[in-house]
């Protein structure tokens, strides 16, 4: 059974920085594509990016386009999120998620998630 624990969320001012951890234990990384989402509270869960089993194929929702990078260490199996330039509005829980049944942004697609960390962006 695949299990997956976040990590490395915090408090930021806007314009700054964080770098999330979704490692993966129970089952090699490698076997699954990985999504990051995010939820804030009264609002639904957003797909945020994704990134293929391989690595070779990503995505990112249009409000993080050019701000957050998705990438993975399969050896390590590890799966990160850079976010860079942060914003008040990228104030959310974030969790990762993982499925075989391929590539999407969209929350019912993933089988296994884990159990989130807390991003907080605020001046």
């Known amino acids: 059974q695949l299990q997956l624990v976040e990590s490395g969320g915090g408090s930021v001012q806007p314009g700054g920085s964080l770098r999330l951890s979704c490692v993966a234990s129970?089952?090699?990384?490698?076997?699954?594509?990985i999504g990051w989402f995010r939820q804030a509270p009264g609002k639904e869960r957003e797909g945020v990016s994704y990134i293929s089993s391989s690595g070779a194929f990503t995505d990112y929702a249009d409000s993080v386009k050019g701000r957050f990078t998705i990438s993975r260490d399969n050896a390590k199996n590890t799966v990160y999120l850079h976010m860079n330039n942060l914003k008040p509005e990228d104030t959310a829980g974030y969790y990762c998620?993982?499925?075989?049944?391929?590539?999407?942004?969209?929350?019912?697609?993933?089988?296994?998630w884990g159990q989130g960390t807390q991003v907080t962006v605020s001046s």
């Open positions: 129970g089952s090699r990384l490698d076997y699954y594509h």
């Open positions: 998620a993982a499925t075989r049944n391929g590539r999407s942004l969209a929350a019912y697609w993933y089988e296994y």
